[in-house]
């Protein structure tokens, strides 16, 4: 679905930013791509949705090559979500900002249907739809540029930091939007995410960067307990794996709180039978 | 484009020239193409912009500023010729004194907007507020608020090429080749564009205010601006420039 073959790419003519960067990502998995700062995600994330053309490799999506491709044409099947909401708001309403980007899209749907998505969209995020974004909080800004996003149900959703800015409740509450999705329809998640706890709790697959560089590609479990990569790479694990790593035999597969507490009491009743 | 503005470090001559005489030089060469009527000299100037270019170590900057007017020039260079009706016909409705006339029109353009645009990217716009403020005597404030606004112009560009990026993304077609379009589906992005601005310059202020911006006058600067011989030379180099043209 998505394929980047030794791909490069630099701003201006001598750095470059992403150096021979390769992987495959199947329809209907959910990556995340981590990294320090500046480590290259979020040129990455626009080398795959055609945003930046590579300067060497190729990108192919549902294979077709993007510098052959237009972004715009390619907007019906990839949604991308920006690390700066502003950039995404355009209208002076959440409604008409939401049916803004799926008028453009959905060309052939009617109006009707159009609508109908847009109240849909409006209450799973608990808008009204006349707020007006621009005198919306950051956070709320974000939610609605997420929300113009998985408005159009696209077939891969490139998500660049969404739940920064956000609090705990809606944090979970959009992630758990997003996983539905990908569970459901199938839809294939890039996402980029500093906070590990959310890559761990939702993410299958990590691809972990450093200086433009692809160290590590696997699944999150593994990459969490390669602590020798993730120094590399200046991360941390989720506080959860480092103790469960530090617990020891019973608990090395607890990366979420949901299975530390499995695994607590899977120990205590084994206990409690005298084993 | 966006790189114009931006600052070259650098110790070349012009570097070492105090801010304000670098922008009176380009001043200078301005005005000597709208005095000069002599086709030559007009010619001689473009030449001084290029030598400016070269000293200043940012010869390619002018070279590309020079490619970037010449197809506005071209442009306007046909217009020209198109509708000056006297002097001798040369060709078709073409007439030798249109010809002269659209080449004085076309090489004022370029002569007056190089040496400006040069002078800026070898000055750092808060040196050249500091010098105008300590040696012009110019309100603090009214310097900071132009410094700001020259400041701003290409993270504004930035941000322009960033919202439509983000709507092609979005299925709004930029990425055609149809230019026209293009202008008619940027107009509606001005509104973010605005409204960040607008946002962009309160949070400024704001900053601004707890840094204690009310509290600055001539003499905070820490940087002195003093006048050298080449300055002298320089201003020299200007009346020289301006009294040619008048003479020629
Ligand atoms: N438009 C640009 N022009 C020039 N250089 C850029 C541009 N955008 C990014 N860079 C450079 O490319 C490098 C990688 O940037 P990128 O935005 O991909 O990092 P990132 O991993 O997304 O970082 P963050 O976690 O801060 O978002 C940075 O060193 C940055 O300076
Ligand atoms: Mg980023």
Redesign the interface.
């Known amino acids: 679905m998505i394929l980047l073959e030794n791909v490069s790419f630099g701003y201006g003519d001598d750095s470059s930013t992403v150096r021979d960067i390769s992987f495959h990502i199947e329809r209907g998995e959910f990556a995340a791509i981590l990294g320090a700062n500046g480590a290259g995600k979020t040129t990455t994330a626009k080398l795959i949705d055609g945003l930046l053309k590579p300067t060497k490799g190729r990108v192919l999506i549902n294979g077709l090559d993007t510098a052959k491709t237009r972004v715009s044409e390619r907007a019906r099947h990839v949604g991308y979500l920006f690390q700066n909401p502003d950039r995404q708001i355009c209208k002076n309403t959440v409604r008409e900002e939401i049916a803004f980007g799926l008028t453009a899209v959905w060309q052939n749907a009617g109006e009707d249907a159009i609508a109908r998505r847009v109240d849909e969209v409006l209450e799973s995020f608990g808008f009204s739809g006349d707020e007006e974004p621009f005198s919306l909080s950051r956070g709320e800004r974000q939610r609605v540029a997420l929300a113009s996003v998985i408005a159009i149900r696209p077939e891969i959703m490139i998500l660049d930091e969404p739940t920064t800015g956000l609090d705990y409740r809606e944090c979970t509450h959009i992630m758990d939007t997003i996983k539905t999705m990908n569970e459901e329809q199938k839809t294939t998640v890039v996402m980029v995410c500093h906070d590990m706890e959310v890559v761990a709790s939702y993410a299958t697959r990590a691809l972990v960067m450093a200086g433009g560089h692809l160290l590590g590609d696997g699944p999150v479990k593994t990459i969490f307990r390669d602590q020798e990569l993730l120094k590399r790479a200046s991360l941390l694990p989720p506080q959860i794996v480092e103790l469960a790593l530090r617990l020891g035999p019973g608990f090395e597969n607890a990366d979420t709180v949901e299975e530390m507490t499995e695994a607590v009491s899977a120990r205590a009743k084994r206990k409690g039978a005298g084993v | 484009m966006k790189d114009l503005f931006q600052y070259t470090a650098g110790d070349s001559v012009i570097h070492k020239l105090n801010p304000l005489t670098r922008i009176l030089l380009a001043v200078a060469v301005c005005a000597a193409a709208f005095v000069s009527d002599n086709l030559y000299y007009l010619v001689g100037l473009l030449c001084f912009d290029m030598l400016l270019g070269l000293l200043a170590g940012v010869f390619g900057k002018a070279l590309s500023l020079l490619k970037g007017l010449l197809k506005i020039s071209i442009f306007l260079f046909i217009l020209q010729i198109l509708f000056v009706r006297k002097g001798n016909r040369v060709f078709w409705i073409i007439t030798d004194q249109g010809l002269i006339l659209a080449a004085k029109v076309v090489l004022r353009l370029m002569i007056a907007c190089i040496p400006l645009a040069l002078m800026l990217a070898v000055t750092q716009i808060s040196d050249l507020a500091n010098a105008l403020v300590q040696v012009a005597h110019v309100p603090y404030k009214y310097a900071f608020t132009v410094t700001t606004a020259i400041r701003f112009i290409p993270q504004f560009m930035e ?1 322009m090429a ?2 439509m ?12 080749k149809n230019g026209l379009k293009k202008i008619g589906m940027m107009l ?2 001005c ?2 564009l605005l ?2 601005s607008v ?1 962009r310059t309160d949070a400024a202020a704001a900053a601004a205010e707890a840094r204690g911006f009310e509290l600055r006058n001539r003499t905070s600067g820490y940087k002195k601006y003093p006048f050298h011989w080449c300055d002298l030379l320089a201003v020299l180099v200007c009346a020289a420039l301006i009294a040619g043209a008048v003479i020629i």
């Open positions: 941000e960033d919202i990026e983000a709507q092609t993304a979005r299925g709004v077609e930029f990425d055609t509606p992005l509104v973010p409204v960040t946002r």
